[in-house]
């Protein structure tokens, strides 16, 4: 069997394995998957030996993305505008960088929840890697306006410079949003904390999908937050799914069906 890793610190609760051995039973692959622990000085080495003893990729989490990057000798597109890879394929000689979050976050938008993104009024909230790894997927969905939105506007704009090229991307402080949006994208770390960025109630209505990159048992603050607004929520676990897919298409190149395991994890 073919052998993948998840590679992070921590990673006991990630959930990849479990998604990883789901898609190999459902498509009929050879592939074995399992969590890698790795000290935090130790990921070149660690990946070198996974290469060594024959691994044919493995997913990379917090907080090794960044070494992820510099260490890929060769980067996908969307990997090189996110700046940060989560997903390494080892072939030859060639150690094979990518990034599958925006991605991910995009089909389970569009394709999960039905929502277009196309002519739409798009916010994404929070200026640090989380939101970088999603804005040329989203661009590339053609949104009529992609809001870009931190506590402190230099920092969303150095991202708008960068990424306007590709759409039409605008920067703004949390206190100047206004108007109301179709998709707003909450990619800050407020909800590790049980706390909600600040912006006014009056950016949702009953019509706006409200996404939280990030997923639990329970609804976020995020999501607590715009459900009192009227508006549709769902967390990040959707998108945990689609970009492992996404990883196991880069890795395999078969596509598994994530409906599924996603009732599965849910359940």
Sequence with gaps: ??????????????????????????????VAYEHMLVPREDFVAAVYGLIGN???????????????????TALTERASAAGAVNTLKFGGN?????????????????RNCGVALN??????LG????????????????PAELVLANRTV??????????GGDGNLIASEFAALDGQFDVIINATAASLNGEMPPVAPSLFTSKTL???????????????????????????????????????????????????????LRG
């Design 154 to 163: 230099e920092k969303a704009a150095i991202l708008a410079q960068k990424f």
């Design 119 to 124: 002519g739409k009024r798009v916010l994404v």
């Design 54 to 72: 024959g691994a044919k990729g493995a997913n990379v989490t917090v907080p090794f993305k960044l070494e992820a990057y510099g260490l890929s």
């Design 1 to 30: 069997m073919d052998r993948y890793v998840v590679m992070g610190n921590p990673i006991a609760h990630s959930k990849s394995p479990q998604i990883h051995a789901l898609f190999a039973e459902q498509t009929g692959e050879a």
């Design 210 to 264: 409200a996404y939280d990159l990030m997923y639990g048992t329970q609804p976020t603050a995020f999501m607590q937050f715009a459900q009192a607004q009227g508006a549709a929520t769902r967390d990040g676990l959707g998108m945990l799914i689609e970009q492992a897919a996404e990883s196991f298409y880069v890795w395999r190149g078969v596509r598994p069906e994530t409906a599924p395991v996603f009732a599965a």
């Design 127 to 142: 200026g640090g890697g989380a939101a970088r790894g999603i804005l040329l997927p989203l661009l590339h969905h053609n």
């Design 94 to 110: 060639v150690i094979l960088g990518d990034n599958t979050d925006g991605t991910g976050l995009c089909t389970d938008i569009v």
